[in-house]
């Protein structure tokens, strides 16, 4: 078919490169023609079936997820993609068309973990047999009762030395593992997380490997209660589950060693104090960031390209129904997601340099930064994953009733990836988290202690009042920073100022923190906000680029600046930091922007680059031809297999007892 | 039941079922309502199955299945009031995905008591009460939604056989999304251009017959079918309909308006301001549907929250309910004094009406564009607040949350549908906006305005007079009126400021879309801070002081959240200062503290039995975990220890594996 003649002419009026940007966007050229090899060699490759799982079941869901987890780790092998990031993007690809993998947790958390915690022994033992899928397994940790909280956890590993094993119990249903990924039907081992105890002793949580099924018939070992926990939001190819453990014996060199270890006779031997483990963690939230902006770049493309095809309503009386994204109220939702989208894509890549960093820093023995990162990429994948959730959930809602159907691809884009805002760290408590460490800085930089890192701003002298004088200065880098600067010294030091308020009032360290959480969150957004701003700069300043592709991202950068003073309007008049003239003048820069993108919008969201067989939405095709695929996709809907539906069985009886009545 | 909802429920200050009474509109009423849903909870005819185990296919099926047995019961009780109807099917439905047949009750009847002359009436009235026809309500088209006069869908009159032949010229012109249009109904009203002698008149309903009454097949030049799985709702089927050269008789045309005579004649409708009030009391409905939606959110997550424990705040202490930290009471208070403000404000705009309907009787028909324009508004707010409580409900259960166990997701994908059906949003709040831009104009050139909009042209307060909390709440109104009015002069101001610049009309409008929505959501939040405050200090509320006073502080919290929300919206011209702000924000501190120990009785007061909450977090004795773990017991994974997968696909790869050791 050819492209809709729209989306054609909107193409045709970008003032840049679409290309550049894409490379842009992954990081370098060299990287973008590794994405789309990756890409393609899973598109393209036949014996996966990329069918629309919208008209499936759950069972034949998580069926096609096994059988798709499997092929994933053997196509890996076949076209030898050794790289473990290039491995990551080959199985990322399926989440990103919203398909399953029932065996994504062995790759991704159970032969880390066992590489990370496991002796040199027991990783000779272990992973071959892993790597080469005789066993396959997931990593057990929150249970029924207890998330977050780790050391909360019930269950129990207790160390019986006359057998030399330990007995793992779930003592009660609340200690019943609960929504480990893949372990309900597909799993046969597990790194169960649970208290130590030896000689009546307990020394807190610690990693235990256990079988659960047999190898031979894959029947649950005995004491091993196991099942699916049911239907959820999204992620429904994937075999959540639960696991009760009735006594079940394990050997002691079943216990990961490389830290702590408990000997022969019981007697537990602490770990050196470690805090490489923390690399792991900021890890995954680095990779958190990197999924989100890819999300909601997604839900930006699916919007854009259908606003730029429906048209809707005369602006004129008797003319032709103009493009929806004409409309400035289109734009308002629309183009702040798009520019957010951006600054996640370089917001992640400068993290990921400071990530590196610390690597380096911490392989020297160097720790004075640790804390400052962990406290930073815990506020972002906060901050990242909910403003992504939320920015979905607006490109949907553009797309009017369409959008609801699952058509657009837009319910499930929401549904599956929301989860990222309460699975590895709900966000509430990743934000307190951070408050936490932004409140010992603030003190130190009261008392005169100079700060450094990403926190260094807080004993800077504050500037009272902005110096924007013109529309012109809105645009100034230097003057959106300072802004967002201002703003996070400001939040930053009245929450420590009302904690320590609170503190001698009640004299209760726990009482005064729980009356200031909505201090604190706001603090801690504040901080990360600014670190998002400064961070879509320096990329951009730092990053070699074609001009025109350049100009066009500064435009997107300073939008999603204004956006954030616009939207968040009180926090910058409160202190009159910004005057309400001043605040006028960056309302009016943003919707002026709006104008400078308008005829790049398409080509904006083109660059994302992003194959159909992975939007896997009629509303977003990139040949536009949104109606004909749209009811093309209706037909495959299997209650439109007969012409009158079964259930006429129960209208049926009701009808003829009336005909005679008409 | 579980011992810490037994103790929140024990250390309430008010009697909870004090508050379902007023919630209800009287005692009486609340005992009615649970007459019926025992009948309907005890009829084994009428139990319904977890929906989230079934494929579309068989929820489907279900729920057809269940809604004729509703309609049968609803005979055998000998049910006659259309209000008692419609109480009993949505007890029976448990406002949940067994909803089968809503817009032949809905839609599909009303319209034809709305636009249907008597004599037509007569002829379908009697057919669609006993069911033999059943019927939807076709209107929007695949490329053409919310912008009615855009619809492509044609009837033609031909005088020779006294017919309108009805056709679906292109492929954009195709029905899509009307409910039970798919597969149940064998009539539909279909919305389509009226053409006669040449001319077109516009949109006009009219009365078509999809399927035979004999096999149900499709009658010949009738296409229709299922459009696919959506978000939520898919035990109820929507629709396309494509229509090739249909021939109907003329009198199908519904002419209590509009008229075609026989010979071609097209005879124009008098005022159709009065068509006004059906969409009134849709609105007012969809507004009492958000705020019980986002309701049993809330119930579902603070009854969750006073069950969960979480972190230790002392080390070696007792975790803590989670709904004693300060964080989680600020995510769920708000929404919670949200739900109880939408009640409020569906329940004054339905008085509104009331009294407007009297005036009409008179000959005034002065008030009903400003009811009609805050029917919208209250609409487009009210689900646009829902649709981000209920997700904050959800996220503040954490993982569980996003279980269907919850109900939570099922809940969303349910309710999100209000912000795009009946008019998306935003669309409803530029209609509004007109119409407040109307008042601006007429405001400065000193005429008079209804009550609704009188506010406009008050000489506005330069400075928010609050020194203290206890002023806030004789100040609530005057601080959101203020607000409004600015914001309304200032939407104004922007339009006539591109025009000056030489603008065209549209343009000036597009141009000034962000300060219109801005205006037209100020206006409706505006409205309902001052039916939530004067419902709270009216003389005619008769209920306890404690429960008064429980009502007040709601109410405080909700005035006080949503000045700090929209803080830049007061600060920006003056009005209230930053000192003022932090005076409001340090309130809400105190009004969570207060709202605390009465958290499980202000939701158990909305009285949601746990057959309609569907909800296993969310059951009001508290044995979240107990039932947690049945419901995934019953989950069709589970049906066989090992999975049919791994005998396809698992244990060729472990054994094939296994030999290369």
Known sequence: MPVNPDLQRERESATFAVEELTHVKDGGKGKTVRRRYIESLALNDSDFDWSDRSFITRDEEYSLAVKHGILIEQKIKKYNITDQEEQNAFRNTVMRKRQGNAIGLHTLMFIPTIKGQGTEEQQKKWLPLAESMQIIGTYAQTELGHGTFVRGLETTATYIPEKEEFIVHTPKLTSFKWWPGNLGKTVNYAVVMAQLYS???????????????????????????????GPKFGFNSTDNGYLGLDHVRIPRTNLLMKYAKVLPDGTYVKPPRDKLAYGSMMYVRVAYLHMSAEALAMACTIAIRYSAVRRQSEMIPGEREPQVLDYQSQQMKLFPQLATAYAFYLTQQKTYQLYLGLLDDLRKGEYSSLQDMHALTSGLKAFVTSAMSNGIDVCRLSCGGHGYSHTSGLPELYTMYTHFQTAEGENTILLLQTARYLMKCAGNAMSGDKQTGQVGYLSDTTQENSNIKSESDVLSFEELTNVYKHRAQRLVKEAAMKLQTEMSNTKQQHVAWNSCHIELLTAATAHVHYFIVQAFIDTLKTTEMADSARSILTKLCQLYAMYGIHDNAGDFLHDNYLSPHQLSMVTKQMVNTF???????????????????????????????????????????????????????????????KQSKL | MNPDIQKERERATFTAEQLTYVLDGGRHKTKKRRLMEKIIFHDPDLQCPDHSFLSKNESFNAATKHSIMMEKKIQKHKIKSDEDKAMFRMIASRRKDTISLPVHHLMFRPTIVGQGTEEQQRKWLPLIDNMTVIGTYAQTELGHGTFIRGLETTATFDPKTDEFVLHSPTLTSMKWWPGNLAFQSNHAIVIAQLYTKGQCHGIQPFMVQLRSLEDYRPLPGVTVGDIGPKMANNGYCNGFLKLDNVRIPRENMLMKYAKVERDGTYIKPQSMKLAYGSMVLLRVAFTKTAAEALASACTIAVRYSAVRRQTEQTPGGVEPQILDYQSQQYKLFPALAAAYAFYFASESLNNIYQQIQQEIKTGNIASMTPLHVISSGLKAFSSDVMNCGIETCRLSCGGHGYSHASGLPG???RATALCTVEGVNTVLYLQVAGYLMKCASMAASGQTLPDLVAYISKPPEQQWSVRN?????????????????????????????????????HEAWNNSHIALIKAAKAHTHYFVVKCFVNFVRSKDLITPDNVKSVLETLCKLYVCYGIHENAGDFMQ???????????????????????????????????FK????????????????????????????????????????????LQANKSKL
């Open chain 1, 199 to 229: 000689k009546g002793k307990c020394y807190g949580v610690h990693p235990f490997l256990v079988q659960l099924r047999s190898l031979d018939n894959h029947q649950p070992m005995k004491g091993v209660t196991i099942g699916d926990i």
């Open chain 1, 595 to 657: 104008a400078l993108l308008r005829p790049n919008a398409v080509a904006l969201v083109d660059a994302f680059d992003f194959p159909d067989g992975i939007l896997a939405s009629t509303l977003g095709t990139y040949d536009g031809n949104v109606y004909e695929k749209m009811y093309q996709w209706a037909n495959h809907s299997p209650l439109n297999k007969d012409e009158v539906h079964d259930s006429y069985k129960y209208l049926q009886p009701m009808l003829t007892s």
């Open chain 2, 411 to 413: 809940l969303y994908g």
């Open chain 2, 469 to 505: 909390g206890t002023d806030i709440m004789n100040q609530a109104v005057s601080a959101y009126e203020h607000r409004a009015q600015r914001l309304v002069v200032a939407a104004a101001q922007s339009l006539q400021g591109e025009m000056t610049a030489g603008k065209a009309q």
């Open chain 2, 573 to 607: 011209d003056g009005y209230i200062s930053g000192e003022q702000i932090a005076l409001v924000t340090n309130q809400i501190s105190g009004l969570l503290a207060t709202i605390r120990p009465n958290a499980v009785a202000l939701v158990d007061a909305f009285d």
């Open chain 2, 610 to 653: 746990d057959e309609i909450l569907g909800s296993v977090l969310g059951c009001y004795d508290g044995n979240v975990y107990q039932k947690m773990y049945e419901w995934a017991k019953q989950s069709p994974l589970n049906k066989d220890e090992v999975h049919e997968s791994y005998y396809k696909y698992l244990k060729p790869m």
